[in-house]
């Protein structure tokens, strides 16, 4: 089962309170890349990490995995890219089928964020930049993590 922001949370609360915080790994799955995105130690803000080039969906959660413990998140978010309706269409039915592959390679619980539009935010922060359109694109899937992973983190510091 999927769970989404707002329902389940992996911090039981805030850093304000005095519960402890942990590192979160936030992903954009697309068909070519996947962009990785990082929280800091407290959970509090997200950082752009890296990005793993598709190949096979064994290979890639793998990849996912080897990210997992070498930080040691203790948790994993996946944008969900639903229809503007709020659906769940083709892309979205191939991320939800590589999450299936992910799940029994890491020790943690993965969660999904709407994440419409993160790729189009991503794009308009680099238009305007100088950089070689494929250094904006591989930026961009890690923005869109980066996106994704704090739309998360500020959801759940909120409960």
């Not at 790994?25 to 929280?39: C, F, K, N, P, Y």
């Not at 980066?146 to 959801?155: S, V």
Request: hydrophobic share 40%; net charge positive; glycine share 8%.
């Amino acid at each position: 089962m999927l769970h989404r922001v707002g329902i389940s949370s992996p911090f039981g609360g805030n850093s304000w309170n005095g519960t402890k915080r942990m590192r979160v790994l936030g992903l954009d799955v697309g068909d070519r890349r996947i962009g990785v995105a990082l929280s800091d130690p407290l959970g509090i803000t997200a950082q752009r990490l890296t990005n793993i080039q598709r190949s096979t969906l064994e290979r890639d959660s793998a990849a996912v995995a080897v990210l997992v413990t070498h930080h040691a998140a203790q948790a994993v978010v996946v944008g969900l890219p639903l229809t503007m309706r709020g659906t769940v269409g083709e892309q979205a039915k191939k991320v939800m089928g590589f999450i299936e592959a992910l799940r029994p390679q890491v020790p943690c619980p993965i969660y999904t964020v709407d994440e419409r539009l993160t790729t189009v935010q991503g794009q308009r922060s680099f238009h305007e930049t100088e950089a070689p359109r494929r250094t904006r694109k591989q930026l961009i899937d890690q923005v869109a993590a980066q996106l994704i992973l704090q739309a998360y983190l500020d959801a759940t510091q909120a409960h």
